[in-house]
């Protein structure tokens, strides 16, 4: 990631997620589980602004 984007360090960059727990079905039987949203980059703080950076997985070679 830093290479990709010439960055000096990570350390402004933060994980886009957002996670929700259910512990109910609609019959109210238990069932535990979580809904999450997760980004596929990372958001860089730029002052005010904010930039979001992509990350792309590399394609696995045969």
Do not use: I, Y
């Not at 994980?15 to 079905?25: E, K, L, P, S, T």
């Amino acid at each position: 990631m830093k290479q990709r984007h010439g960055l000096a360090s990570v350390a402004p960059l933060h994980a886009g997620v957002v996670a929700v727990g259910q512990r109910f079905r609609s019959d109210l039987g238990l069932f535990v589980h979580l809904h999450c949203l997760v980004t596929d980059g990372a958001l860089e703080e730029c002052g005010a602004d904010v930039r979001f950076l992509p990350w792309r997985r590399r394609r696995r070679s045969a």
